[in-house]
């Protein structure tokens, strides 16, 4: 007898039907006599559809309130779900976000875990229970309802098997696995059977969504076994592995491709110490995140300097940095939002020179102009024009060997 813990994404759990084939397999686990605890994303396009409602309701709508908001589409899918399993008369008991006792900071709409409680799923297991949880929910410590950041139930799902000491934490989705690029974008992506979490923090990180990032780092850090897989199929899937276990390793083990990004540059800046800092400290209290960053040196005492942050953080990024702007003496802050960033990782780049010349020779080659870069141990980036960046990681996967045959 195992406990496993299955995570379902949007598409899984999309219309009533596809809840039924989710109630299908937690029960056919159930019945083989495993203790089962099911965490739930919203149907797809429900977050994206409250948050629209959000924004039709104030220009800036209360951030407190939209994760009141958003949490309402997690708590109608666990509903759902323990309804069909309880018509099907297997004994399954819906909870929310904070009475599975997740305990986040309050930093609403990115929370951060802090602890999971998890009193009553275990009571409720040993009750013999399917016990069906909210995912990307949690409360603050004054019982605020949080939500965990977008793509965050995945980062419940792991979080809670961490807590639960699970011998298993499976995430269903909507492809059959981790592959070399994003198989909707790269046809001739792979399926890789196992992924280091080193290898998949970097992906994750750079755009690859089909995991979301701080459930890799919860994985790592609490030895959690994931398994990627397809909640359409009964394919094989990939298995998150700690450590490096292959001898022979591609130098370069994936391409990954992210859209949210914007880019701020603030012209004839004063070349003077504590200047970089004033920019980038006012970043920092708006809670911004700032990624790549380059300096261009004029005459004059004067430079360029260009950073990047998310796209869904660039309109407060700019109205931040306009005010620097006038505090330090700059000429102006420019803005551009069509951007991305494409980037090549793999862990046996820390062993191998040359990655760099032959990414950029290749995007030469489609005439795709790069911006910016950023390196680092196992990853190299570059920032292109957005409505390149498929046509980018199509071209760097031929070029590094990783098409299927
Ligand atoms: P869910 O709703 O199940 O959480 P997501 O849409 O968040 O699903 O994540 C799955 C998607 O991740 C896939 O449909 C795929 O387009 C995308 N993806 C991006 N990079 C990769 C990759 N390297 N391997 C597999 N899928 C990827
Ligand atoms: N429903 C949330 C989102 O769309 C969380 C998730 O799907 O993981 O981002
Ligand atoms: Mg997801």
């Known amino acids: 007898m195992a406990l496993i813990v299955q995570k379902f994404g949007g598409t899984s759990?999309?219309?009533p039907e596809?809840?039924?084939n989710v109630a299908k397999r937690?029960?056919?686990?159930?019945?083989?006599?495993d203790k089962m605890v099911v965490i739930l994303s919203a149907m797809a396009g429900v977050t994206d559809s409250l948050l629209?409602?959000?924004?039709?309701?104030?220009?800036?709508?209360?951030?407190?309130e939209v994760d009141v908001l958003l949490a309402t589409g997690e708590q109608t899918t666990a509903a759902l779900l323990a309804i069909t399993l309880k018509s099907m008369n297997y004994p399954a008991v819906s909870l929310l976000g904070f009475q599975a006792e997740v305990v986040t900071d309050c930093n609403y709409s990115n929370a951060r875990i802090i602890d999971i409680g998890?009193?009553?799923?275990?009571e409720l297991l040993d009750q013999q229970n399917i016990v069906v949880i909210a995912g990307f929910q949690g409360c603050d410590a004054q019982g605020n309802i949080t939500t965990l950041g977008r793509g965050g139930s995945d980062t419940s799902a792991v979080a809670i098997a961490a807590a639960l000491k699970a011998d298993m934490c499976e995430i269903y989705t909507d492809v059959d696995g981790v592959y070399t690029a994003d198989p909707n974008v790269c046809r001739k992506a792979r399926k890789l059977d196992k992924i280091s979490c080193e290898e998949m923090l970097?992906?994750?990180?750079?755009?690859?969504?089909?995991l979301h990032i701080r459930?890799?780092?919860?994985?790592?850090?609490?030895n959690v076994l994931v398994y990627v897989r397809s909640s359409f199929s009964e394919e094989e899937g990939t298995m998150l592995v700690n450590g490096n276990h292959d001898m022979e390793r591609p130098v370069v083990s994936g391409i990954t491709y992210s859209k949210n990004e914007a880019r701020i540059t603030l012209k004839g800046v004063p070349d003077q110490p504590g200047i970089a800092a004033k920019i980038f400290n006012a970043a920092a209290d708006a809670n911004i995140n700032v990624d790549m960053i380059i300096q261009n040196?004029?005459?004059?005492g004067k430079t360029d300097l260009t950073f990047t942050v998310p796209k869904t953080e660039f309109k407060r990024a700019l109205e931040v940095e306009r005010k620097v702007v006038e505090e330090i003496g700059a000429d102006n802050v420019l803005g551009d939002e069509g951007i991305a960033k494409v980037s090549v990782t793999g862990i046996g780049m820390k062993s191998h020179s040359g990655v760099a010349s032959k990414m950029f020779s290749a995007l030469a080659v489609e005439n795709i102009n790069i911006m910016m870069i950023s390196t680092s141990e196992i990853r190299i980036s570059c920032i292109i024009e957005e409505k390149k960046a498929e046509l980018a990681v199509r071209t760097l996967h031929t070029a590094f060997g990783l098409d299927k045959e």
């Open 52 to 64: 629209r409602l959000a924004g039709e309701m104030a220009e800036t709508p209360d951030r407190r």
């Open 18 to 20: 596809r809840i039924r």
């Open 202 to 210: 970097e992906m994750a990180s750079l755009g690859a969504k089909v």
């Open 13 to 15: 759990v999309a219309n």
């Open 26 to 33: 937690v029960a056919k686990k159930y019945d083989q006599g």
């Open 215 to 222: 459930s890799v780092e919860f994985a790592l850090k609490h």
């Open 297 to 300: 040196t004029l005459a004059g």
């Open 118 to 122: 998890a009193h009553r799923i275990r």
